[in-house]
């Protein structure tokens, strides 16, 4: 009878031990999962701010087309030059990056299933944001409103997702 005691006690002690490595293990896939979300909308925001950048630069070849009489093309041929098919280039393969990582954070664990939606809203905003870096629209006084407004919105989505992240 002792041994089945014991036997039982050590089950139930052995049991416990697995069940609690087993909840610290899922807390730290959890709590990694977190911080890769973080990541992802830090980098988000770093790429929307380059594109928010990319926009100003646009303002100025609108300037120099005025000024000298040419079409946005043209102007940004003489101001921009191949940078501009350079930057085009690392938007497309950042924007590319950044979509492989948000594969990687799907199907997001309940505890970060808020946090997971709000990084959706501020990835789609980037978008749209890198859409118009890449592509500027016509007429300048619309596309500078349009890319101030998707930025000050991005900015405050983001906000909100690392204020649920606890950042």
């Given amino acids: 009878m002792d041994r089945s005691i014991f036997t039982i006690g050590g089950t139930l002690l052995l049991s416990v031990l697995c069940l609690s490595v087993s909840c610290q293990n899922r807390t730290n896939k959890e709590e990694l999962y977190g911080m890769r979300v973080g990541d992802l909308s830090d980098v988000i925001l770093t790429q929307s701010s380059a594109c928010l ?22 102007a940004a041929r ?41 990084l959706l809203e501020t990835y789609g905003l980037y978008v749209k944001l890198h859409d118009l870096a890449l592509k500027p629209s016509a007429p300048q006084e619309e596309y500078e409103a349009s890319v101030y407004k998707l930025y000050d919105k991005l900015l405050k989505e983001a906000g909100e997702l690392h204020t649920l992240l606890g950042k």
Avoid: C
């Fill in 78 to 118: 003489h101001i921009l030059g191949p940078a501009r098919a350079e930057a085009k280039e690392r938007f497309i393969q950042n924007k590319m990056k950044i979509d492989d990582f948000l594969q990687k954070v799907e199907g997001p664990p309940e505890k970060y299933k808020s946090s997971y939606e709000k």
């Fill in 53 to 74: 950048n990319q926009s100003k630069a646009y303002t100025a070849v609108w300037e120099y087309a005025k000024v000298k009489g040419e079409d946005f093309d043209s």
